[in-house]
């Protein structure tokens, strides 16, 4: 059992940055897959970013490569997603959320791969 939360969100005028985070507890993180979903009113919940949290290996959506950055702490068994140069478009409830199940191949921008989430954090992005 994991259970997450996150902190960090708020508001922010385009360009600016702002830095998220994702407390663990019940279990750490190690064998773990870690990843940053967003959901804006009337849209479905997209993939962000992501993090084998064992060998760092990290994973992005297009739209956000170059921007932001997901990056953990194993001595706090803490998550993190970075955003920089922040745009109207990324303004979504951003949630935190864990999976147990990666093999080889893993679906990391697939919600249904992960076992875990967090209860949300609001981003609001102002032009």
């Known amino acids: 059992q994991v259970q997450l939360v996150e902190s960090g969100g708020g508001s922010a005028q385009a360009g600016d940055s702002l830095r998220l985070s994702c407390a663990a507890s019940g279990r750490s993180f190690s064998g773990y897959g870690m990843g940053w979903f967003r959901q804006a009113p009337g849209k479905e919940r997209e993939f962000v970013a992501a993090i084998r949290w064992s060998s760092g290996a990290t994973y992005y959506a297009d739209s956000v490569s170059g921007r932001f950055t997901i990056a953990r702490d194993n001595t706090k068994n803490t998550g993190f997603l970075q955003l920089n140069s922040l745009k109207p478009e990324d303004t979504a409830v951003y949630y935190c959320?864990?999976?147990?199940?990666?093999?080889?191949?893993?679906?990391?921008?697939?919600?249904?791969?992960?076992?875990?989430w967090g209860q949300g954090t609001q981003v609001t992005v102002s032009s």
């Open positions: 959320t864990a999976d147990n199940g990666m093999g080889r191949v893993w679906y990391y921008s697939r919600s249904e791969q992960y076992n875990y």
